[in-house]
């Protein structure tokens, strides 16, 4: 039996619209949702006449990372690498792509916003970077975010993992703009783009995302490694049991 699609490809007027649609797990970063994402995007950039990509979601949450049900009951080495691969392919798409956000936004999916040229994220929103709290570190989703928001926030978040809004999303640089109406908001920018010229937004991509690229070349190994070694240790399967079993992990005060 066929699993169900989680990812959905839909086109519009020039525009690819890319949905999460498994809302059971909350768009978990499941193999198979990382793996249809990372084709709907390369399938999309090879459509003919198409100049921008839309990531959508259904379900009140964007994305709430790793799915920890594999993790818990398996090595990481993969997954992580699959991550880096699919935040390569947002990255290095000759398209841009912007993420329409508005509900929760966890760890992993903080990671495919920084890979996002733009994100629009609405009243809903809420962010977390949480993998402290799980005995893990925000190792792969780092070469998209740290190049994306200031030093001083970066600190903060990974640190405390605590949740903030989509106005301060907004001032440390994860979210390019924070809207009461997310729609009215991402029409107005789509608009803008398809004023572009398909070799201008191609170059203009490029040099945007100097930083984000130079951070995959140069650290991307690395934090694959680091991710897999952290999940694999007794310290994030507690914090991961603990989480799945809705306790406190045994650190907690």
Known sequence: MTDPELVHLDFDGGIATVTLDSPNNRNALSQQ????????????????DIRAVVLSHTGTTFSA????SEASTGPMTGTASGLL?????IVDLPLPVLARVDGNVRA?????LGACDVVVAGPRSTFAITEARLGLAAAVISVSVLPRIDARSASRYYLTGATFDAAEAQ???LVTLAADDVDAALATL???LLKASPQ???ESKRIANRGVREAIERYGDEMVDLSARLF??????????????????????
């Not at 990372?65 to 920890?68: N, P, Y």
């Not at 691969?85 to 392919?89: E, F, S």
């Not at 694999?232 to 005060?253: I, K, Q, V, Y």
């Open 108 to 112: 992993g999916g903080v990671g495919l």
């Open 200 to 202: 201008g937004l191609i």
């Open 190 to 192: 789509t608009a803008d």
């Open 65 to 68: 990372g790793a799915d920890l």
């Open 85 to 89: 691969a699919l935040i390569r392919t």
């Open 171 to 173: 001032r440390i640089g």
């Open 232 to 253: 694999a240790s007794e310290e994030a399967h507690e914090g991961m049991t603990a989480f799945l079993d809705r306790r406190p992990p045994r650190w907690t005060a």
């Open 33 to 48: 949702l990382v793996s249809e994402l990372t084709d709907r995007m390369n399938t999309a950039a090879a459509t003919a």
